[in-house]
């Protein structure tokens, strides 16, 4: 009995082992496959880069020229988007995690998986028809925002899950009011993850083309926007307007264009693991 016992232990012991390396290899393989496909994408748009290709505006028909109009649109788009979706998909989340409101929890994890092209819809009937913002920056930015708010919220409320329930008990006992336990003692204590939520929020937003196609983005500009009200150039709309319309002849504005976004992308998330690791 005590043998079988042993060799029962000694099989799953090596099953284990198996299935550890197993998964081991199909991870690496994975990891492998990633970057293979990112260096596709990256590599042959890095000899197109120049000055000119990042100061100039596009001409002669996107044939020639540069990219700058459609990266300060991209900025500009993130910045608004977040300045909006940051304070607000905060809040949001310490409401959340706080008070007992499960059915709006439930909402937030639908809009999560809502496509960004129903965002878009949505943007282009509420903010550029019905509030008559047109084709816009801030119709834009606002979409990006209402789209990123519930994947900001929903970070921001397991970041304040994981913190011990003691610590929030011990503050109420030393006469501690809600708002002083939260915005002294709760938020202070996770402000690097809140700082990685938002820059994983402004990767997201920086990629994103359905909703700006509807909202914001024009095919070309021939000037840098006068205010939040003007369309603009960016650059994943920018990437699909070439290869949509022009094909070969404008195949090297969009790889060195894509190369760019790739970099901005890869950036943003570094910045974000760079506070992770600091946690």
């Known amino acids: 009995m005590k043998k079988m016992s042993v060799d029962k232990k000694r099989g799953l012991a090596k099953r284990n082992f198996v299935t550890a390396n197993v998964l081991r290899v199909l991870t690496y393989a994975i990891v492998v496959m990633i970057v293979v496909l990112f260096l596709l994408a990256l590599v042959p748009g890095l000899k197109h880069w120049s000055i000119e290709f990042f100061t100039q505006f596009p001409r002669n028909q996107m044939r020639n020229g540069g990219i700058f109009p459609a990266i300060l649109g991209s900025v500009i788009l993130t910045a608004v988007a977040l300045a909006i979706a940051v304070p607000l998909g ?9 008070y007992n409101l499960g059915y709006i929890k439930f909402a937030v994890t639908i809009l999560s998986g809502i496509p960004s092209v129903v ?68 938020i ?79 950036l943003v998330y570094t910045i974000a693991f760079a506070f992770r690791r600091e946690k």
Request: some cysteine.
């Open 90 to 98: 905060i809040l949001l989340g310490v409401v959340l995690s706080e």
């Open 119 to 186: 965002y878009g819809l949505f943007g282009l009937g509420l903010f550029c028809i019905l509030m008559n913002m047109r084709t816009s920056i801030l119709a834009g930015g606002l979409t990006l925002a209402i789209m990123v708010i519930p994947v900001i919220s929903s970070a921001v409320y397991e970041v304040m899950r994981s913190i011990p329930r003691e610590l929030r008990e011990a503050a109420y006992a030393l006469g501690a009011r809600k708002s002083e336990v939260i915005f002294d003692m709760l």
């Open 188 to 266: 202070p204590a996770v402000k690097k993850s809140i700082l990685t939520v938002s820059f994983v929020g402004a990767g997201r937003v920086i990629g994103e083309t359905a909703p700006l196609i509807l909202t914001a983005a024009v095919f070309y500009a021939t000037q840098l926007p006068r205010n939040l009200l003007s369309p603009v150039m960016t650059l994943p709309t920018h990437v699909y307007f070439l290869t949509a319309s022009y094909g070969s002849e404008a195949r090297w504005m969009a790889e060195g264009a894509t190369s760019v976004l790739i970099l901005l992308v890869i």
